[in-house]
């Protein structure tokens, strides 16, 4: 039979590579970002977040890098593993709309063993 | 695991029945949010409380939808009449100062 649904971005690596993930935001009064990480079947789980005065920052094997001038957001995770195997979803909020989550659309991540 | 419960984590039922799901927040979170979402998609916010107060709605929340926290603690959503657009992934989250941490999610199957 034939499946109809929307299909996500999937980025394939091999365990050991860097990942990169992007996204693109919409709104430029957005003052604040995240990226969240979501297995199947499961809530979206907080990886990293970064405020609009800042260009970059970093967490344990993962750095954001955020581009105010063309609104993109990337996800940086280094040496990727098996682990890492999930949908990674950025979201944008700002002050104020009650900090509710915009949130693009996501990757689908393999990690390769 | 996050701090934030639901109950059900999966609810079947059929069109034209009511539902509702319960979200206990981190306890010291006086703000607590929910969306929806469908298979392939991100989450769509719905409603957000701070404390017991209903500050914003979705256009999204049409009024088969109604949401609670009475005493600025656990939250309920309610459905009623469900249709099987309805089906979908119902997400709760709350937050202090920072990010907003999520909760297992409610899976709901409208036959």
Not at chain 1, 9 to 21: A, C, F, H, R, Y
Not at chain 1, 100 to 105: A, V
Not at chain 2, 16 to 42: A, K, M
Not at chain 2, 50 to 70: G, T, W
Request: a positive charge; charged letters at 20%; aromatic letters at 10%.
């Amino acid at each position: 039979g034939e499946s109809v649904g929307l299909h996500l971005p999937t980025l394939s690596v091999q365990e050991g590579d860097n990942s990169i993930i992007n996204c693109a935001y919409s709104n430029s009064a957005s003052d604040y970002f995240i990226w969240y990480k979501q297995e199947s079947g499961k809530g979206p789980q907080f990886i990293i977040d970064i405020r609009s005065n800042m260009d970059k920052r970093q967490g344990q094997r993962v750095t954001v890098l955020l581009n105010k001038t063309v609104k993109h957001l990337s996800l940086q995770i280094a040496a990727t593993q098996p682990g890492d195997s999930a949908v990674y979803f950025c979201a944008e909020s700002n002050a104020g709309n009650n900090r509710k989550l915009i949130w693009g659309l996501g990757t689908s991540l393999a990690v390769n063993p | 695991d996050t701090g934030v419960s639901q109950d059900p984590r999966h609810k079947i039922t059929k069109r034209g029945q009511n539902v509702t799901f319960r979200c206990d927040p981190i306890s010291e979170h006086n703000r607590l949010y929910w969306y929806r979402q469908t298979l392939g998609q991100g989450p769509e916010f719905l409603t957000y409380f701070q404390n017991e107060a209903q500050l914003e709605k979705s256009r999204l929340l049409s009024d088969r939808f109604s949401a609670e926290r009475p005493k600025g603690s656990f939250s309920t959503l309610e459905i009623q009449r469900t249709e099987q657009g309805d089906s979908a992934m119902y997400l709760c989250a709350s937050r202090g100062g920072g990010e907003q941490f999520f909760g297992p999610g409610t899976r709901l199957t409208v036959l």
